[in-house]
T-cell receptor, first 111, second 115 residues
Framework: RKEVEQDPGPFNVPEGATVAFNCTYSNSASQSFFWYRQDCRKEPKLLMS???SGNEDGRFTAQLNRASQYISLLIRDSKLSDSATYLC????????????FGTGTSLTVIP | DGGITQSPKYLFRKEGQNVTLSCEQNLNHDAMYWYRQDPGQGLRLIYY???????QKGDIAEGYSVSREKKESFPLTVTSAQKNPTAFYLC??????????????FGPGTRLTVT
């Protein structure tokens, strides 16, 4: 079973739409949670860490549900520049601080 | 500017040759990591190091070797024993931030093509 699972998409949404991605993780010992953004043929870049109480950064809102072991990312008012692959990442502290990556969800924002 | 550098950006090698990928960071991070990414797949951990002179195998270490002689450097050697070395290789480093959580930062990657 994969440590982190995401719907690969693709999600094709019009500009201005709201889109949500979900991600599930299998290990209840997971300590830290993140969303990364990866553009085509580029390195992943940290979008936001996900805190237990949920957190917001501009148009982006991340939520964590430890009981159900899932993480979500909500993007409001989508921009063309939001088109990318979004990676869900968890860190397990009991394995020497290893990070586990989902395969990513592809988003295309259409004019 | 603080960051992670990887060189070269593109690398071409003949089958049977060993090749070493460079990774340097000036973020003063203790932990460093090597991943490979294949088309349509997620990142897979090759090796990681939490401290100088120490490193551990990740999920796909066979055919690879690393060293960690300095805090800022974590080179990866792709040996001829690696069956499918053509991939996008990403180096990362991490450290705790504000005592709350670790965040991992990536270099720009090296695309290795072996023919």
């Amino acid at each position: 079973r994969k440590e982190v699972e995401q719907d690969p998409g693709p999600f094709n949404v019009p500009e201005g739409a709201t889109v949500a991605f979900n991600c599930t993780y299998s290990n209840s010992a997971s300590q830290s949670f993140f969303w990364y953004r990866q553009d085509c043929r580029k390195e992943p870049k940290l979008l936001m860490s996900v805190y237990s109480s949920g957190n917001e950064d501009g148009r982006f809102t991340a939520q964590l549900n430890r009981a159900s072991q899932y993480i979500s990312l909500l993007i409001r008012d989508s921009k063309l520049s939001d088109s990318a692959t979004y990676l869900c990442v968890v860190r397990l502290s009991n394995t020497g601080n290893q990070f586990y990556f989902g395969t990513g969800t592809s988003l295309t924002v259409i004019p | 500017d603080g960051g992670i550098t990887q060189s070269p950006k593109y690398l071409f090698r003949k089958e049977g040759q060993n090749v070493t990928l460079s990774c340097e960071q000036n973020l003063n991070h203790d932990a460093m990591y090597w991943y490979r990414q294949d088309p349509g797949q997620g990142l897979r951990l090759i090796y990681y190091s939490q401290i100088v002179n120490d490193f551990q195998k990740g999920d796909i270490a066979e055919g690879y070797s690393v060293s960690r002689e300095k805090k800022e450097s974590f080179p990866l050697t792709v040996t001829s024993a690696q069956k499918n070395p053509t991939a996008f290789y990403l180096c990362a480093s991490s450290a705790p931030r504000s005592g709350r959580t670790y965040e991992q930062y990536f270099g720009p990657g090296t695309r290795l093509t072996v023919t």
